[in-house]
């Protein structure tokens, strides 16, 4: 089974700062890694899937970058609305398996 | 538009059985995995187990064989995630999701399943 190791675990920041997060795996995934948005009593909401595409309907404001092993996400410029958790999945091998997740709060 | 409805929230006793749906609309049956994933009170994402429609192909997550059961009724777009005897453990929120060839995934709006003596 593929590990996905998300750091840091929570991140504080201030509205307008940029965030960047990390996801590492157990061994090589290709680009098929996807990020994931989750708000407190909501559904996952696909954010990047296959390393760098942008999901329909997310902002540029959000990016992906990676291949291999290591993964990043970045939001350019908090929003208050994107404060949240965030998870990577990979879909490269099966058990597909998901990050333990990195919560961004507000500084 | 791509859309996957659940069923709604269940209350159960340990030793009770279940089975939860899910109902997909807007895609095509045989561009995509059909899933579900539990996410336990406070807790991240697990995968447990998915299917393909087109050939009925289903692969469980090792700690989730023999618990569960993932079905599909093609005819009507709707999968299916069965528990036989229900312990309190089970007691998260489970996501059906869609998983396509080409990448985007599309999630449901969860099902509750508290079991509970």
């Known amino acids: 089974e593929i590990v996905l190791t998300q750091s840091p675990a929570t991140l504080s920041l201030s509205p307008g700062e940029r965030a960047t997060l990390s996801c590492r795996a157990s061994?090589?995934?290709?680009?098929?890694l996807a990020w994931y948005q989750q708000k407190p009593g909501q559904a996952p909401r696909l954010l990047i899937y296959d390393a760098s595409n942008r999901a329909t309907g997310i902002p540029a404001s959000f990016s992906g970058s990676g291949s291999g092993t290591d993964f990043t996400l970045t939001i350019s410029g908090l929003e208050p609305e994107d404060f949240a958790v965030y998870y990577c999945?990979?879909?490269?091998?099966?058990?597909?398996?998901f990050g333990q997740g990195t919560k961004v709060e507000i500084k | 538009e791509v859309q996957l409805v659940q069923s709604g929230a269940e209350v159960k006793k340990p030793g009770e059985s279940l089975k939860i749906s899910c109902k997909g609309s807007g895609y095509s049956s045989t561009s995509s995995w059909i899933g579900w994933v539990r996410q336990m009170p406070g807790k991240g994402l697990e995968w447990m187990a998915i299917?393909?429609?087109?050939?009925?192909?289903?692969k469980y997550s090792p700690s989730f064989q023999g618990q569960v059961t993932i079905s599909v009724d093609k005819s009507i777009s709707t999968a299916y995630l069965q528990w036989s005897s229900l312990k309190a453990s089970d007691t998260a929120m489970y996501y059906c999701?869609?998983?396509?060839?080409?990448?985007?995934?599309?999630w449901g709006q969860g099902t509750l399943v508290t079991v509970s003596s």
């Open positions: 061994q090589s995934v290709s680009s098929y």
């Open positions: 299917i393909y429609p087109g050939d009925f192909d289903t």
């Open positions: 999701a869609r998983q396509s060839f080409g990448g985007e995934l599309n």
């Open positions: 999945q990979q879909r490269s091998n099966w058990p597909w398996t």
